[in-house]
């Protein structure tokens, strides 16, 4: 896999009650990106995400797993969490190395107790986030019902950019609510276009200048309610809300484009803190590829073949293979070797990966999950994830 620069990165962590659909969806923006050729199916124990054989035994993911996905020149990084709350560690581990959530949301059975559980998590790391009302071909799928559930949970600011073409079987597609006069298949033109309407009016209400042209009656191009609407998500005044039917690789491509189009890259997110273990002075880092070295160490494995698997964010400055750099947390000096970017559990080599970029490296000596590596001569150490108090000791 090449090595991509900061401003075209996109982490993105899935979230979700228990069962909406996460690893399908996973697998769809795997196979439309073409990193896979067939998809697998969660029940067959066949998912790139769900590869562990307790996964595969249960059908359903109880870790965090990366899925890289190349989309149009940009790397997007998927985080597929477990929706279950037994697994709550990996999901407070995803979020702190995601700069963006996409919050699924089963159609049929709407928002859930978990759907505002993981929302509360998201709002912890001030994410900017999606909807995505997923399982959209499901019997008793009802976009709209879902739609209120969540403008009733969390404001009008939750507003649809799509709405489904069709329902339940019917489920053909999306239809793209900022391309003017589009028509929807089952619905009314009259209430395809008053929610447009809403949205236009929704983007020109967090802009002074697109709120002048749509005050004189000007009609406001694609392209600046498109720049409106990123920079509105940046800053969490909107939250846009999707269709998709994973198993069916429905809305898919329309999703990718709608994380690359209006998801932040990481240096549109607020500098990462760090704290220097000497003054205890605070420091702002922004994530810039030529900048201090400051890496967070978020997940640890074991795999059988080559040994602990230490899976890191980059949040300021560029980690190289073959290197050594400094284990902040341990202070200790710790060796690099290749460095690695996984998709399932599958493995890519490459040289470097810049500020933003997540991956993974083999058989560190003394780092664990939490630790940060830096620079030796100017050691800042990153906040460790604070994870909930386990029920059983």
Avoid at 57 to 62: D, T, V
Avoid at 103 to 131: C, H, N
Avoid at 152 to 158: L, S, T, V
Avoid at 381 to 393: E, N, Q, T
């Amino acid at each position: 896999m090449q090595v991509y620069a900061t401003d075209k990165i996109r982490n993105v962590i899935l979230l979700s009650h228990g069962g909406a659909g996460k690893t399908s969806l996973a697998e769809a923006l795997l196979h439309t990106v073409g990193a896979i050729s067939r998809m697998g199916r969660v029940d067959d124990g066949t998912t790139t995400s769900d590869y562990e054989p307790e996964e595969t035994r249960r059908h359903s993911s109880i870790q965090c797993t990366l899925l890289p996905c190349e989309w149009k020149g940009v790397k997007v990084n998927v985080l597929d969490v477990p929706g279950y709350a037994d697994f709550v560690g990996e999901v407070k581990a995803g979020i702190r190395a995601a700069d963006a959530a996409a919050v699924l949301s089963d159609a049929a059975a709407g928002v859930e107790v978990g759907t505002e559980m993981v929302w509360k998590y998201a709002d912890e790391q001030s994410l900017p986030r999606f909807i995505v009302v997923n399982k959209m071909d499901r019997e008793n799928a009802d976009f709209f019902r879902v739609l209120q559930m969540a403008q009733a949970k969390w404001g009008k600011k939750c507003i649809p950019i799509q709405v489904p073409a069709g329902a339940q079987a019917g489920f053909k597609g999306v239809v793209d609510l900022l391309d003017a006069g589009v028509e929807a298949p089952g619905m009314d033109a009259k209430q395809v276009e008053k929610l447009r309407e809403s949205l236009v009016e929704a983007v020109a209400e967090t802009n002074d200048a697109l709120m002048t042209k749509y005050l004189e009656g000007q009609p406001l191009e694609r392209q600046e309610l498109a720049q409106g609407l990123r920079a509105a998500v940046i800053a969490g005044s909107i939250v846009p809300v999707l269709a998709s039917a994973g198993t069916q690789a429905l809305g898919v491509r329309e999703l990718l484009d709608a994380i690359v189009a209006y998801l932040p890259g990481p240096a549109e997110r607020p500098p990462v803190e760090a704290t220097s273990p000497h003054s205890r002075a605070r420091e702002k880092l922004p994530a810039a590829p030529n900048g201090l070295l400051c890496a967070l160490v978020f997940k640890t494995t074991a795999d059988p073949y080559v040994g602990k698997l230490s899976y890191f964010r980059v949040f300021s400055g560029t980690l190289r293979s073959d290197s050594q750099v400094w284990n902040v947390s341990k202070n200790a000096q710790e060796r690099i070797g290749t460095l690695f970017v996984p998709r399932g559990k599958a493995q890519d080599p490459v040289p470097s990966l810049s500020a933003g970029d997540i991956g993974v490296v083999a058989k560190l000596a003394g780092t664990a999950t939490g630790d940060t590596l830096g620079q030796k001569d100017k050691p800042l150490a990153l906040d460790p994830i604070v994870f909930p108090d386990p029920v059983f000791s």
